[in-house]
Every structure is written in structure tokens, then in C-alpha cells.
């Protein structure tokens, strides 16, 4: 949760990312552009000096004081709201990525290796001028099935047959799939040992109910554009009265939409831990013939699910029974050309961007192909890929010194929660067994995804993706029932992003956010603690935090603090909350302490924690100077420059009001907090950032 952009809870930073195994295949026109040319962090180890603004005094504006020149020098390039260490970062790795596939792409490997299947994956979607002749003819033979639909029984089958593995409810938050449902392959809720079948809405092609129903200028004339482009698709594929369909089909998915759960309330695990067996869903939900539905997914032998939104499922399924056969079979039809277009000829292609591209997302021009077919790759044979990207970007040096830190700061954790007042004995000894548990995951996983029952051609870009995305829900099927790898990763390791996954009791830190300037093995400790220490301690305090008490040391739904350990955590929370309160960052607008509060916690309490594991690392030793910079003075700065932003004030607006994260000067001004800031700094009262040591917060 490093950046500006983070949105949600448990990952760092919330965007959709090629890793989001979905058959959502329309998610490539949302992903962020990258540059080819984009300047890369400049090659220094440790602390850039080069980015601070040493007219500045620390006590007074310490984000300024590390970053001032970076801020100074630096431009938001004129496709996106704004820039920072962690959006360069990113791209820098997207480069690698690509680099390592077309280099791949370009060396022949062996037939049916895994390399070969990258190559032919990419190959396939290079190859424009085979995708443009095949027109609409890869979807053919799925729209003539749908149109061969006679009942409501071969209907449940058809939608049974759309099920995929495709949303994630707690690991990287995705709950969207336009399939009418969605699969969701995770540890039970009660029990965290075998893997369960989570069953999530769906049904919408657009991004979210809000779409459907807010009352807004801008919505409507989103809705007036998505109707026009619904007909036009429709058109393009052959059908006939285009616009009459389009309306029908709208006006089934606005009447879905009225039944979803908000994405506030799909949040809270507590309501969504209903066990629903087979046999529950017709006596529960009436309407769809589940049983052929769970047949044709090919769960038919599968006993126990848990649905995350009952009421979705209630409405939905009377809705399949309410609403005529012909308007389903068009919104099947439709979703089919909608999810593929990315995969089918030009027009088709273009159809799509304009609208989920251009329109829902203010981009003006799709990205070059070769970038949309890394993205593929990614998506598809994301570990077959991470694997040369470890490889190549992540020393084995690199991964046994991070892991170093890891039980430096885990240890530091352990000693501030034996030190708390406030924590009673039985809390505090669950909070240590989930540390004792507490797996993170560093670069890369101990185990790989096997491929081989992928089968890739290099002239079907539409058979590729149509078998990628079954692969996976095969693979997840097979899962079901089975013992839980606690060790399991949901990211790969050419992702910038680092996750928290509370039903494993786990973090993942891929190796790609193990990069400078986060982490760098050549740096001294000093910056690489203050740097990705400080992240690696926000990560590890969410385990403790008001989410994280939901879950025990196995990884169980089960609240485990006593309640006036809850009440003593947010005496300490509110005094932080008052302190972001304080910053205002346009006249009269201030910062929503409330709103930022647990990941102001985490900042908090992960530089607390870090600073104390980095002490540990010297062994009583003094830490070199290194550009006249003392080992603590090096440690602020660094976790200062983790901040290093700059938005363009419309960004900056919508995230303080929207986003659970401070905006970065306010992040790196936690520093006030921790004692010794002030003797590195030599920090005077009088000066803006100083606290009295009385104010100072400490929570862990
Ligand atoms: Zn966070």
C-alpha cells in the first residue's frame, strides 16, 4: 500500500493487473499505460541524494526535504494523473517483462515447452493479419450454440458452462465477472485447511452497479454511450434489430444491478460466510435450474459452497426464470462478443476499446499491440513467465537478505506486542501464534503452475484464450476439497504489487516491488529498511489490525480480541486520526483522519517496527555514514522518498476524497511520531512537523 493510487485493503496498490487470472477479457483496455522510453530510477544504492531538497529543514516539511528536486524536476506525463517512485518503478518492470517474452518469442524454443507455449501465445496475437481474416469466425460456432438454446433447462446449462474462476474476493479484491457468477477457489472461511467453492455475483458487463443506477450527469451519459455501443456490437456480429436487443439486454443487466451488493458491503467477511449445499440453492433461490446449472460447470459432484451475496443469488436466479428465454440468449450472445472482441478482428476490437477504453477510462489511444500481448502472456502463463523473470531480476543474494529483514522486523513485532499495556494476555498470545505462522513469501513461489495441460497454437488467438481461461477454471475445480498450501501465491513475480492473504496467514512480496528503489542489495541497511522494511511492517501490522483480527493463526474467520482491547486500539487510533485531521492540503479541505486511519496505522506502525528491526541488524554495531548521512538519518530519508509523488490537483481531490490512503507528503510525515526522527534531525519545537513527545502516537 505504498502509492496513491491503492484503493483497497490487503494489496499495495490496487489496479487491474495482468496477474487477475479473468475471463474478463475486455480488463486489458483498463490497464495503465506504459512507456517504452519512461526514465528509469537513476542507478544510485541507497538514498538519492540527487531527489532531496536540502534547503529545506526536515522539522519543517520532511517529504519536501527528501523529495523537493524530484518534485522539482520531475513531469506528469500528459497520459496519466500522476506520477511516482512506485508508477516508474512499475514501468521499468514492465519493460523486463516484455524484453524477456519477445526475446523468448524470437529464440525458437523447443516444441510444447513452456517457453514455446509464451512464444506461441504471444506469436497468436501478434499475428493481426491472420486475427483480422478470421473475422467473427472463432465465435461462431458459440453464438450458433446459444442460438440453438429451445428451454429454460438448456439455458441453465448454457450459463452453467459460462462459470470461471475469475473473481477473488480477499487476496486481490476482484469482485467482477459479467459471467452470472463467478468462482472464487480459497480456504474455507471455517475451514482454512481444505479449499472451498466461494460463489460470487455477477452478471454486468459494466464495472459496477453504480454504473447502472447512480443518478449522476456523468453516469447517464455513460449509460446513453454503453446502449449505443451494445447495438453496435450486437450489429457487427450479424444480429438483427440491433438497438431493440441492446435495450433488452440493458435492461436485464439494470435489473441485476438493482440486486447486487455495493463493493462496501462485499467487503465485510462477516456477511458473507453463508454455506449453502447444492441442494439449498433451488429451495433458497428459485428460479434457475441449478442442478443443470452445476452439471454443465462440472460441480455436479461438489456438496458445500459458500455464497458471498445471498440476496444477488436470490434475484438473480427468479430473474432467469422471470425474464423470457430471447432476452437471455441475447445477453448471451452479446457478453460472448463483448468478452472476445479483444481477440476477434479489428472492428471488433475497436468497438470495444472505444467504449471501455475511451470512454470508461478517458484513454484516448489503444496501446501497441506488442504491449496488449505481454499483458496476454502475463495473464495466461503468468508463472511460466515469472520464472524467467526471477530468474533473470531476482538474485538468490537478493532473496536471502530480504528474508533477513523479514525476521528482523517479524522479531520487533514480537517485542512491541509483549510490551503493550493495553493488549490483554489471550490476545497477545494469538497475536504471537499468528506471527509464529505468518508466512511471507519474497520474490518469487516455491512452487510453480504446471502448464503442460495448457495446449497453445500459434495461429489461434481466440482457441488460446478461450483454453487459457478454462485451464484455469479446471485447474481451480481440481483444487476443491484438497489440503491448502498456506505457502500458495496469488501474484507473480514480475507483478509490482505485494499482497496480504489473511485466510493463508501470509504476505507475497514479489520480486518486482523488491527492486531499487524499495529494496536494493547493494544499498546499505539503513535505506533498505527504512525503504521496503517499512512496507514490509505495514503489511505485517494489517495481520493485527481491526481486518486482521477477523482472521486467526489458521487463517479462520474468528474474532480473537476482547473487546476492550478493541476499545484501547481505537483510544490510541483516534489521537492519529486527529493528527491527519490537522492536514489541509487545498484551503479547507483537510485530510478524512477516519478514512485513512488504518492505513496511517500501518505506516505508522510498519516504520516503527522496521526502525527497530534495523537496529537489531547492526548488532551493536555503528552504521557507516554515507553521503555524510548517519545510518538513522539515511533510514527517514529513505522511507521519506518511498513517497516521492506528484498528482495533478484534480488526482489529488478525488483521493482525499475517496481513497483510504494518505496523499505521500502526509505519509512521509509520519516520522513525527518516532522518537528518534527527532535526535537524527535534530528537530526543534517551534518547527511545523514537531510534536511534543506527549502528542507523539504509538499504537504498537
Ligand atoms: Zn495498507
Given at each position: 500500500m505504498v502509492t496513491a493510487q491503492g484503493a483497497k485493503m490487503k494489496i499495495l496498490v490496487q489496479m487491474l493487473s495482468p496477474c487477475l487470472l479473468s475471463v474478463t477479457f475486455i480488463a486489458a483496455a483498463f490497464l495503465p499505460a506504459f512507456t517504452q522510453n519512461q526514465e528509469a530510477p537513476p542507478q544510485t544504492h541507497g538514498v538519492n541524494v540527487a531527489n532531496m531538497d536540502r534547503s529545506v529543514k526536515p522539522g519543517d516539511n520532511f517529504f519536501e526535504y527528501a523529495n523537493g528536486e524530484w518534485v522539482q524536476r520531475t513531469e506528469i506525463p500528459p497520459d496519466r494523473p500522476g506520477v511516482s517512485v512506485f508508477s516508474q518503478l512499475s514501468d521499468v518492470s514492465d519493460k523486463r517483462t516484455a524484453g524477456l517474452i519477445d526475446e523468448i518469442a524470437k529464440s525458437k524454443p523447443a516444441p510444447d515447452s513452456g517457453k514455446a507455449k509464451i512464444a506461441d501465445l504471444y506469436n497468436s496475437f501478434m499475428g493481426e493479419?491472420?486475427?483480422?481474416?478470421?473475422?467473427?469466425?472463432?465465435?461462431?460456432?458459440?453464438?450458433?450454440?446459444?442460438?440453438?438454446?429451445?428451454?429454460?433447462?438448456?439455458?441453465?446449462?448454457?450459463?452453467?458452462?459460462?462459470?470461471?474462476?475469475?473473481?477473488?474476493?480477499?487476496?486481490?479484491?476482484?469482485?467482477h465477472t459479467p459471467n452470472l457468477f463467478g468462482l472464487w477457489v480459497a480456504p474455507g472461511f471455517d475451514d482454512s485447511a481444505h479449499y472451498t467453492a466461494y460463489l460470487l455475483q455477477g452478471g454486468l458487463e459494466l464495472p459496477d452497479r453504480e454504473y447502472y443506477l447512480a443518478d449522476s450527469e456523468k453516469m447517464r451519459d455513460i449509460r446513453t454511450k454503453y446502449q449505443a455501443h451494445v447495438a453496435a456490437s450486437l450489429k457487427l456480429a450479424g444480429f438483427s434489430d440491433p438497438d431493440a436487443r441492446a435495450e433488452r439486454i440493458i435492461t436485464l443487466e439494470h435489473a441485476i444491478a438493482e440486486k447486487h451488493l455495493s463493493l462496501a458491503e462485499d467487503q465485510d467477511v462477516h456477511k458473507a460466510n453463508n454455506t449453502w449445499t447444492q441442494a439449498d440453492f433451488a429451495k433458497k433461490a428459485p428460479g434457475l435450474d441449478w442442478a443443470e446449472y452445476f452439471r454443465a460447470a462440472g460441480l455436479a459432484q461438489h456438496a458445500n459452497f459458500i455464497v458471498w451475496q445471498p440476496s444477488a443469488f436470490v434475484a438473480e436466479s427468479a430473474l432467469v426464470a422471470s425474464t423470457p428465454l430471447e432476452t437471455w440468449k441475447d445477453w448471451l450472445s452479446y457478453h460472448l462478443v463483448e468478452n472476445s472482441a479483444p481477440y476477434l478482428s479489428k472492428p471488433f476490437a475497436d468497438e470495444n476499446f472505444a467504449f471501455f477504453g475511451t470512454v470508461l477510462t478517458g484513454q484516448p489511444q489503444q496501446r501497441p499491440r506488442w504491449q496488449r500481448g505481454v499483458i496476454l502472456a502475463n495473464r495466461l502463463l503468468g508463472d511460466e513467465v515469472g520464472q524467467i523473470y526471477a530468474q533473470r531480476y531476482f538474485s538468490p543474494d537478493a532473496k536471502a537478505q530480504a528474508e533477513q529483514m523479514v525476521t528482523n522486523i517479524v522479531a520487533a513485532f514480537n517485542k512491541r506486542i509483549d510490551a503493550l499495556a493495553w493488549m490483554a494476555a489471550s490476545t497477545k498470545a494469538e497475536a504471537k501464534a499468528k506471527l509464529s505462522t505468518l508466512y511471507v513469501g519474497i520474490g518469487y513461489p516455491e512452487t510453480w503452475t504446471d502448464y503442460s495441460g495448457?495446449?497453445?497454437?500459434?495461429?489461434?488467438?481466440?482457441?488460446?484464450?478461450?483454453?487459457?481461461?478454462?485451464?484455469?477454471?479446471?485447474?481451480?475445480?481440481?483444487?476443491?476439497?484438497?489440503?491448502?498450501?498456506?505457502r500458495e501465491w496469488t501474484m507473480f513475480p514480475q507483478t509490482v504489487n505485494a499482497v496480504n492473504l489473511p485466510l493463508q496467514n501470509a504476505l507475497c512480496f514479489p520480486a518486482a516491488i523488491l527492486q531499487p528503489p524499495f529494496f536494493d542489495p547493494q544499498a546499505p541497511a539503513a535505506a533498505n529498511y527504512g525503504a521496503i522494511g517499512s512496507v514490509i511492517g505495514h503489511e505485517v501490522s494489517h495481520t493485527f489490525d481491526t481486518e486482521g483480527s477477523a482472521f486467526d493463526s489458521k487463517g479462520r474467520l474468528r474474532n480473537w480480541w476482547t473487546p476492550s482491547d478493541l476499545s484501547h486500539f481505537e483510544e490510541a487510533a483516534t489521537k492519529l486520526a486527529q493528527q491527519y485531521d490537522g492536514y489541509e492540503p487545498f484551503p479547507g479541505v483537510h485530510i478524512n483522519g477516519k478514512q485513512t486511519l488504518a492505513e496511517n496505522i500501518a505506516d505508522l506502525a510498519g516504520i516503527a517496527a522496521s526502525y527497530d528491526g534495523y537496529h537489531a541488524s547492526l548488532g551493536g554495531k555503528t552504521a557507516p555514514f554515507q553521503d555524510g548521512f548517519s545510518g538513522d538519518q539515511q533510514f527517514f530519508i529513505a522511507f521519506g522518498q518511498n513517497y516521492a509523488s506528484k498528482l495533478r490537483e484534480a488526482m489529488l481531490r478525488r483521493q482525499v476524497l475517496t481513497n483510504p490512503h494518505s496523499p505521500g507528503q502526509y505519509r512521509a510525515s509520519t516520522v513525527r511520531n518516532i522518537d528518534g526522527w527527532y535526535s537524527s534531525f535534530e528537530v526543534q519545537p517551534g518547527q511545523t512537523l514537531y510534536l511534543a513527545p506527549a502528542d507523539r502516537v504509538r499504537i504498537w
Open positions: 493479419v491472420a486475427v483480422d481474416a478470421k473475422g467473427m469466425g472463432p465465435i461462431k460456432p458459440h453464438l450458433d450454440a446459444i442460438a440453438a438454446i429451445a428451454d429454460k433447462q438448456q439455458l441453465a446449462a448454457a450459463l452453467g458452462k459460462t462459470l470461471r474462476a475469475d473473481v477473488d474476493a480477499l487476496n486481490n479484491t476482484n469482485f495448457y495446449e497453445v497454437k500459434a495461429d489461434d488467438l481466440f482457441g488460446n484464450v478461450w483454453n487459457g481461461t478454462l485451464f484455469q477454471y479446471h485447474r481451480e475445480l481440481a483444487r476443491l476439497g484438497k489440503d491448502v498450501n498456506p
